[in-house]
C-alpha cells in the first residue's frame, strides 16, 4: 500500500475439512478517514463501517450480504 498499511493472510487447518483464513489489516494514521471497504471506513464511527461501496447508505449490520456483495 501507498501509505505504508499492511496486509497479512494466515491459512491453516485443524482438521482435514477444517481450514480457516485470518486476514489482518494493519492501517497506519494518516488512512483515518481516506478509506471504505470491506474493513470499514477506519474513522472511529462504528454505525457506517456498512457503508455500501459508491453510497451513504449503511447496510443493515443483521443481513450484510448486500454490503458484501457491493465490494465484488
Same mark, same amino acid.
Given at each position: 500500500?501507498?501509505?505504508?498499511?499492511?496486509?497479512?493472510?494466515?491459512? %491453516? +487447518? =485443524?482438521?482435514?475439512? /477444517? +481450514?480457516? !483464513?485470518?486476514?489482518? $489489516?494493519?492501517? !497506519?494514521?494518516?488512512?483515518? %478517514?481516506?478509506?471504505? %471497504? !470491506? +474493513? %470499514?471506513?477506519?474513522? /472511529?464511527? *462504528?454505525?457506517?463501517? !456498512?457503508?455500501?461501496?459508491?453510497?451513504?447508505? $449503511? /447496510?443493515?449490520? *443483521?443481513?450484510?450480504?448486500? =454490503?458484501?456483495?457491493?465490494?465484488?
Amino acid at each position: 500500500m501507498p501509505s505504508g498499511t499492511s496486509v497479512a493472510a494466515e491459512y %491453516g +487447518c =485443524f482438521l482435514q475439512n /477444517d +481450514c480457516y !483464513l485470518n486476514i489482518n $489489516v494493519y492501517p !497506519l494514521a494518516e488512512d483515518s %478517514g481516506n478509506s471504505e %471497504g !470491506l +474493513c %470499514g471506513n477506519y474513522n /472511529d464511527d *462504528e454505525a457506517d463501517d !456498512l457503508t455500501l461501496r459508491g453510497s451513504n447508505t $449503511v /447496510d443493515n449490520a *443483521e443481513e450484510p450480504i448486500n =454490503f458484501a456483495k457491493s465490494y465484488v
